[in-house]
């Protein structure tokens, strides 16, 4: 933990303009090195002095990742592509909705500004006492502060805990999954192809990452296949603030519906475990039945059936059951 | 006397383009020759002794100029806090400071320190503080005990009695009880009691801009830049720190980026860059202070913990309030809010009798201060959706409930039976619902629209509404111009430019032809009142009416020695002095301060009334001779106590399946006598009630009970409102009838609307909830939840603090 905060120590900064060049500066600088995207969550971990870096490789100046392409099967997203850019490109917005709306209600005006898509589904965790460089699991330590009886954990995990209670803070990353999307990750080897469902890592998996990304990896871009386009949407985030926040929870969901009932649906929950959570059993339970509210009842028992809640955060369990019965119904109420 | 064209018209403040166009210079913008950076080592822990450190490392760190230790600086006796300290009372407590050339080296040197700390016991919770064995915050002990610390601790059956959720009510250290046969004698009377434990969280200002300040000296004079609320009061306020002659300090804070209540008088930690830079050699010290040592060290609300019983008569009138509350103070002063929110009860409800008990804990969390409505702030939205719970009882219209109760121009209120020097209270409920359109909007209340439960509430609020018998200070120079001198803070009210125009008037100036000079010690400035607790439009408009009318009398008895007849014979109105019935005749301004400078004397302030204050004095000495100098006092009579008050509508819709509420409209309207600035006066109202909104359902202050350490210190996790949290519209109106006892008519306003604001959601969201009432602050989509879903319970408990 850092005595002194709020001024960033000194570090190389390198302005690659090729992905290649990206990945050899980081496996040169090796754990030293990280890579910056539009800083929102970096600037924060450096300023601290709680996570210390010798090299900081910045992917702003490449071509081409920030770039939105409409491809023959979908649509693919640069990494680099600002959050605002996302909320409000007409082709998301039309064919892929539910991303649309996931990234217009990330933080603020500004942040979605200076926010990239990349950065908002690689984002580490916000649990403070992680965040205030506390010596705990997921630093490397081997306590967890945030599940003591006396901790202040609103904020965190009712699913999927293990040592760690930390959440995904990830407003896009639940839509995303929700839409099968592919993630493309350049490495020395080459290129590979991550569904987004695989791409995050419970604790149980790696407590030190969110991410399957390891270190000389880089997110370029993610692929939105056709699969959904035009499904029925639905993103709701609650959070204390209208702006500027995280999810206590969000949901995103895509529900194909035929002949009055659903034939396919994806319904993915955030902010309640470390990685967004893909309702599997849900899916299939609601696959063949209609849309109504004893549909939207039965999955939104299920889909807490297992939670546990902490000291501070039973609330999340009625929550999430509400908003997966919302994302049912495909509306608030 | 000429017409009042000023007071009541909007302006466009002259300091408002400098801020728009980013000309305006906060403390931080500040650069001077060879200027070097601090930065702070702060504590680590909540309570600690500081056993041993070793800077060598840290002064052969290229760059670093100097370090300063507390052994270095003044130690006052407790409870007046240090600047650095070698026995941290709260986590993020200042306890060394380096200086470098730059900010990063300053850092980096602070990380070659080598600090042993020695843990102390420390205390998070009040009431854990209160029970038998409890941890104490300091050495001395864990309460105020009058103005000393002692040990109070409360019997286990103290705690045991009230249960869980239920509050413990041990013996207090401050009570008082006013109405005949006291609260028993009331409570008999009543045909309706409701009882409930109350809670209102601490929470720390965050103005935008943070208590940076920059110093160096200059031939034996100390030259600061800083962030403060009141510019006079600060200057007098940093020389007693610093143990020096205010004369001595040149004092600059031209633009003030808020501080409500956090900077009153500045800041202990503004002396650091001072004492930094006198052991630098006078070489310029500026100390950026980061959000982070803003929420640790900067100030906060004090919370409260307690309990309210009210007894009614089936007409609705308050026979009885018996209200007991346990003040958490933080690691030094003590605060006087639980006191202040029972008189503004007092007053709001005027209760037949009433009975007041406190006792204030100190924990080993950051120093609190007043913010905005210290007491009232925290007393309205802990009392009102009581009150509302009552009328549901009695069956009664909840504004009915509280115009049966609130005060009028006749009442005298609490204890002192305290008589108001006006009260249009009546006026601003009746006006604000017929805004608002609440027999209408009310009759909605508990309408259901899928999982949308609509709302709706209104809360009464008050506060002090103005001081008097301060100075003020004119010039009339030989460019015709009249320079009004204000000694108070520019903090973005207006009421620096406001109050002035009361001289002007007075003269009957175009404002154009004035100059309103702020800001800087350097110009000389007049003794004023603090900018804090609604004073200072009414103290100030009094003080300049005063001058202004001294300065007419000089400009009389100028022109009848000038040009002869009496001095009643003459008028001054549009830049001249001149003979009554005929305006283009005697002295212009710029003539009138040429023969004053001529004249001497009382004429060009050499000689001064006898009554001003030293600093006003030493002000008006120093421009001796540059024109017709007026300098006075605010003697006009003032013997009631002034109230402004606010009564503000919500209608909210709140997702009983998420917990989220969107405010659909919210009025306000208020008694603050006669409108000064109406643009201004509607733009604070507003603000005030989303900063007491923001207050009820999002600010939050969380420190870890285990540890002791401060987890919302970042905008981001303390979330106090932005402005995309509010409803689009906000509906304001004043009921503008005068104060009798202001020259103007105007009373302050400031603080009451924040009160108003967090309680007419707080009312709103426990109308919605069907009268389910959590008790607990920030009203966030958690609670609620929980309400609905567990009858009124919340996770964390009723009582708990620091969540």
Known sequence: ?333 | MAESNLIGQDIVSRDLVAKITGRAKYAEDYRAEGMLFTKLLLSPLPHARVVSIDLSAALAHPGVIAILTADEVPQDEFPFEPCLTNEPRYEGEPILAVAAVDEMTAADAIELIRIEFEPLPFAIDPLDSLRPGGPNATLMGNAYLGREVGEVKWEQSVFDAAGPDGMPMGPTEDEWEFGEGGVEAGFAKADVIVEEVIYSHSATHHPLESRTAMSYWQNGKLYIHCSVQSVAQSRRAIADRLGMPFEDVVFVSEFCGGGFGSKIRGSVTEIIPSLLSKKAGGRPVMMRVTRNEETAFGRARPGMQGWVKMGFRRDGRMTAMDLYLVQDTGSYARQGDTSTAADCASLIYTPETMRFRTVTVLTNTPPRAAQRGPGGAQGVPMLEPVVDRAARQLGMDRLEIRRVNGPTAATRFGRGNTQLTSCYAPEALSRGAEMFNWSERSARSGQRNGSKVTGVGLAFSTYYGGTSGWDGLLVIRPDGKLYIHQGVGNLGTHAVMDTARAAADVLGSDWEDCEVVWGSSSLHLPHSSTSSGSQTTHAHTRANHAVGMAMYGLLQELASLELGGSPSSYAVGNGRVYRIGSPGSGLTFAQAAQRAITRGGKFSGAVLPDDINEMTRNSATALAGQGLIAAAKDTYPHTARTYSFVATFAEVEVDVETGMHRVVEVTTVADCGTVVHPRSLAAQANAGVIQGMGFARSHKWSIDPTWGVHLTKRLEAAKPPTILDGPTQYHFAAVDLPDPQNPVGAKGIGEPPVGAGSGALLCAIEDALGGLYGSHTPMSPDKVLSIYENEGRVASGRLAIHV
């Not at chain 1, 600037?43 to 601290?48: E, F, R, V």
């Open chain 1, 1 to 333: 933990m850092a005595i002194v905060h709020d001024v960033m120590p000194a570090y190389e900064l390198f302005q690659p303009t090729d992905v290649e060049s990206a990945i050899t500066l980081l496996r040169e600088h090796g754990d030293g090195a990280r890579i910056l995207g539009g800083g929102m969550d970096t600037w924060d971990w450096l300023k601290d002095r709680n996570k210390r870096i010798t090299a900081l490789v910045d992917l702003g100046g490449i071509p081409g990742l920030q770039d939105i392409k409409v491809t023959a099967d979908g649509i693919e997203i640069g990494a680099m592509v600002p959050l605002s850019v996302v909320a409000r490109n007409a082709d998301v917005v039309n064919s892929y909705t539910v991303l649309a709306r996931a990234a217009g209600r990330v933080a603020s005006p500004q942040i979605r500004n200076q926010g990239t898509i990349g950065g908002n589904v690689n984002q580490d965790v916000r649990c403070w006492y992680y965040r205030s460089g506390w010596p705990c699991y997921r630093a490397g330590g081997n306590i967890c502060y945030a599940n003591t009886p006396q901790s202040l954990n609103r904020e965190h995990a009712i699913l999927d805990a293990n040592r760690c209670v930390a959440v995904s803070p990830s407003d896009t990353a639940p839509a995303l999954v929700a839409l099968d999307a592919k993630m493309i990750v350049q490495t020395r080897r080459g290129v590979r192809e991550i569904n987004a469902a695989d791409y995050f890592l419970g604790p149980a998996t790696d407590i030190r990452r969110t991410t399957v990304l390891k270190h000389g990896e880089v997110l370029t871009s993610i692929r939105i296949p056709k699969t959904w386009s035009g499904a029925q949407f639905y993103f709701e985030k609650v959070a204390d603030r209208k702006s500027w926040d995280f999810p206590l929870v969000n949901v995103a969901s895509a529900i194909r519906m035929e002949g009055g009932s659903i034939a396919d649906a994806r319904i993915v929950v955030g902010a309640v475990a470390a990685r967004p959570m893909r309702l599997r059993k849900v899916e299939d339970a609601i696959r063949g039945k209609a849309a109504d509210e004893a549909t939207a009842a039965v999955a939104g028992e299920l889909a807490v059936r297992g939670a546990v809640p902490l000291r501070l955060n039973g609330y999340k369990v009625p929550l999430m059951r509400n908003l997966v019965k919302r994302a049912i119904r495909g509306q608030e109420a």
